[in-house]
Antibody, heavy 127, light 107 residues
């Protein structure tokens, strides 16, 4: 069974930092593109970052570029999001999501949709 | 690409059908997904490629459309289907963009 468990959220002051983690199990983590998606209260989900299986390609939304850093440790089946210079508008539930990656032999092809999601970790940026 | 969903809220009786719409500000070909989000839960992938049901999704969920106009149809509504539905484009990325959602409520 695919499981994604986020942690590391909390209350932080504007300008502060947090590091989110996502522990993955039930699939070969190292072969999948992974994403972070956040959702502010009452709003639609917002994609914020993606990382390919071998960390060769990394993408960010403009809203977080230069402030957030995505990374992964395939040996530990873990995904991370380092967040700096946090703002009130970063307040949201942060989800780790697996990409619907197609595996063919030694190759992986991103599907660009999010087929499994964790339950999220809440980040509140407030003074 | 801006995704616009309509209506914002749809009231339908159990057992009836519901039709939800999603419009893209420019063509996204068939690179369109639908998600269901129940209260207090993470979104769940229902449809990708505009019309392909994800694993385990009941046959009563159907997607159609291409280009800029898309539809999610849910037939014979069950109690567990009343939720918020989002569309997401993945034709022009980054970023991947979501619509603002349609809340499907019990009439």
């Amino acid at each position: 069974e695919v499981q994604l468990v986020e942690s590391g959220g909390g209350l932080v002051k504007p300008g502060g930092s947090l590091r989110l983690s996502c522990a993955a199990s039930g699939f070969t983590f190292s072969r999948y593109t992974m994403h972070w998606v956040r959702q502010a209260p009452g709003r639609e989900p917002e994609w914020i970052s993606s990382i390919r299986s071998g960390s060769s390609y990394i993408y960010y939304a403009d809203s977080v570029k230069g402030r957030f850093t995505i990374s992964r440790d395939n040996a530990k089946n873990s995904l991370f999001l380092q967040m700096h210079s946090l703002r009130a508008e970063d307040t949201a539930l942060y989800y780790c999501a697996r990409d619907r990656t197609t595996l063919i032999g030694d190759n992986d092809f991103s599907g660009h949709v999010f087929d499994f999601w964790g339950q999220g970790t809440r980040v509140v940026v407030s003074s | 690409i801006v995704m616009t969903q309509s209506p914002a809220t749809l009231s339908v009786s159990p057992g009836e059908s519901a039709t939800l719409s999603c419009r893209a500000s420019q063509s996204v070909s068939s690179n369109l997904a639908w998600y269901q989000q129940r209260p207090g839960q993470a979104p769940r992938l229902l449809i990708f490629g505009a019309s392909i049901r994800a694993t385990g999704v009941p046959l009563r969920f159907g997607g159609s459309g291409s280009g800029t106009e898309f539809t999610l149809t849910i037939s014979s509504l069950q109690s567990e289907d009343f939720a918020v539905y989002y569309c997401q484009q993945y034709n022009n990325w980054p970023p991947y963009t979501f619509g603002q959602g349609t809340k499907l409520e019990i009439k």
